[in-house]
């Protein structure tokens, strides 16, 4: 298993551009969540999935979006990049029934100049 | 609002020392208590857990102790290792918060051989 991974895992946005972070896991876990990890902080949760089609707002949800068509993918959306979205981005999958561990991606830097 | 926070930015041991990382909560709702571990440039990895329903969970060199009345936790690493620098998140989860986690800002352990 290749756990959950990340793409991309560096990108450089202008202020005004959008991007795609791809988030993919092979685990069959039917949780997906989309964190943010600032310097000196803790992860802060953007959005989060309880299963395909269904999806749901974090603790700091604006400027983001996100969509769950399969069970494998959780995209997360930036449509006009700020520069305070700066940021280490990370994707982490649950399976419910086994308990609350999370498994996380290896992330994505971003930097919005 | 920070409801889980890790008061000590950075932590400095000896090899073969005990390593103590506490974590503060306030809400009276957290039932669930997690550490994480994470290394320079990758994702946080689950180390060990706790319920409400314990004050104590040993898994080899790692031990979780919970003091509900005072909503403290703490991670005790004996013998601490050079492998074990890293930056450790506690983070905390609620029947209210379902799945999702709050995490602590975290502390830095570097471990010096």
């Known amino acids: 298993n290749a756990g959950v991974t990340q793409t991309p895992k560096f990108r450089i946005l202008k202020i005004g551009q959008s991007m795609t972070l791809q988030c993919t896991q092979d685990m069959n876990h039917n949780y997906m969540y989309w964190y943010r990890q600032d310097p000196g902080m803790g992860l802060k949760l953007i959005y989060y999935?309880?299963?395909?089609?269904?999806?749901d707002k974090g603790e700091v949800p604006n400027g983001y979006n996100v969509s769950r068509s399969t069970t494998e993918d959780f995209p997360l959306r930036l449509e006009l990049a700020a520069p305070s979205q700066t940021s280490v981005y990370f994707c982490?999958?649950?399976?419910?029934?086994?308990?609350?561990?999370?498994?996380f991606g290896p992330g994505t830097r971003l930097t919005v100049l | 609002d920070q409801q889980v926070k890790q008061n000590s930015p950075s932590l400095s041991v000896q090899e073969g020392r005990i390593s103590i990382l506490n974590c503060d909560y306030t809400?009276?709702?957290?039932?669930?208590f997690l550490w994480y571990k994470k290394y320079p440039a990758e994702g946080p990895t689950f180390l060990i857990s706790?319920?409400?329903?314990?004050d104590k969970n040993e898994d080899g060199r790692f031990t979780v102790f919970l003091n509900k009345s005072a909503k403290h936790l703490s991670l005790h690493i004996v013998p601490s290792q050079p492998g074990d620098s890293a930056v450790y998140f506690c983070?905390?989860?609620?029947?209210?918060?379902?799945?999702?986690?709050?995490f602590g800002e975290g502390t830095q352990l570097t471990v010096n051989p």
């Open positions: 809400n009276s709702m957290f039932d669930y």
């Open positions: 982490a999958s649950l399976d419910r029934l086994s308990g609350n561990e999370q498994f």
């Open positions: 983070a905390a989860s609620g029947e209210t918060s379902g799945s999702r986690l709050t």
């Open positions: 706790i319920s409400s329903i314990k």
């Open positions: 999935s309880v299963g395909a089609g269904i999806t």
